[in-house]
């Protein structure tokens, strides 16, 4: 992977337009390098706010490319299993928006398959217990995301939700930052609201 890390998008709706595409826009490092939509007024839009991204009709313009090294998937719901696993199988690190998928069959496919990955980035939004049904107890089900973070490559960066309840066993040489709301090594100031649009400062790491 290079130093720059080139991203694709897949969809364009309220998700990718407004919690993804801007903050992979201006945090540096990141390249906002392709968007997948047929729709022709959000290929529009693309076009007008970010000129140098390119515009593929399907998913598959990302995950075939060669290129992408980072897959966020804001597809609708009943299309995250399909793009996310597609994108996972090609080697691409992948972000993928909630629900990661809608049935239970899918979701068992999931069953700590992430502990079969060595991410140069990994995003923990969340280690509320969950799943119980599978991992049993809530000590389990954290100690399965602790582990998770031991298998992050050494110089790597884990980007984890601020009061998450889980101590991480990164490498002395893994990067970690928190984020939230308004705390955290990311977060958001000056939140406002008007004229449809939600606008804020994007506070970062120096």
Do not use: C
């Amino acid at each position: 992977m290079s130093s720059v890390i080139h991203v694709g998008i897949i969809g364009y709706g309220l998700s990718g337009r407004v919690f993804h595409a801007p903050f992979i826009h201006v945090v540096e490092g990141f390249e906002l390098s392709k968007i997948s939509t047929s729709n022709p007024d959000r290929v529009y839009q693309i076009k007008k706010k970010y000129p140098t991204t390119t515009v593929v009709p399907d998913a598959w313009g990302i995950i075939n490319d060669s290129g992408i090294d980072l897959v966020i998937v804001t597809s609708p719901n009943t299309d995250h299993f399909t793009w996310a696993k597609a994108a996972l199988s090609a080697g691409k690190h992948v972000v993928v928006e909630k629900p990661f998928t809608v049935t239970v069959a899918e979701a068992d496919e999931y069953d700590r398959s992430f502990h079969w990955l060595q991410p140069w980035i990994a995003v923990i939004t969340s280690a509320d217990p969950d799943h119980l049904d599978i991992y049993g107890t809530p000590e389990a089900y954290r100690e399965s995301f602790e582990h998770f973070t031991s298998l992050i490559r050494k110089n790597g960066y884990l980007i984890l939700k601020k009061d998450a309840p889980l101590t991480p066993r990164t490498d002395a040489t893994v990067t970690v930052f928190t984020y939230s709301e308004s705390e955290g090594d990311f977060h958001a100031e000056n939140i406002r609201i008007g004229n449809g649009e939600i606008t804020f400062d994007f506070v970062s790491p120096d």
